[in-house]
Nanobody, 123 residues
Framework: QVQLAEIGGGLVQAGGSLRLSCAAS????????MGWFRQGSGQEREFVAG????????DYADSVKGRFTVSRDNAKNTVFLQMNSLKPEDTAAYYC????????????????WGQGTQVTVSS
């Protein structure tokens, strides 16, 4: 079992930055691939970024590539999402998720989810 809790959301102007953190409780955090997803109002939850369990290999949605960076600190059971050059279209609730096994862009592959944190980007 893994419990996830995101912090770091808020209101920011376009062009600004935010850093989301996702703290995990439970054992074997380092064995989980982690993903960040977001869900805008009236939209489906979509993949944003992912990071593998040990090697730290990353993957990004095209819409955030070059602006967002995902990282993890296995010693602190935490995964991060650094978001730069934010745009109004980045406004959404952001969720972290964990799965045993390989990193995936498919939200259905993730077993554990946080409660989400709201990011609002004003123009």
């Amino acid at each position: 079992q893994v419990q996830l809790a995101e912090i770091g959301g808020g209101l920011v102007q376009a062009g600004g930055s935010l850093r989301l953190s996702c703290a995990a409780s439970g054992r074997s955090f380092s064995s989980y691939a982690m993903g960040w997803f977001r869900q805008g109002s009236g939209q489906e939850r979509e993949f944003v970024a992912g990071i593998t369990s040990i090697s730290g290999r990353t993957d990004y949605a095209d819409s955030v590539k070059g602006r967002f960076t995902v990282s993890r600190d296995n010693a602190k059971n935490t995964v991060f999402l650094q978001m730069n050059s934010l745009k109004p279209e980045d406004t959404a609730a952001y969720y972290c998720a964990a799965r045993g096994g390989l990193m995936s862009r498919d939200r259905g592959h993730y077993n554990y989810w946080g409660q989400g944190t709201q990011v609002t980007v004003s123009s």
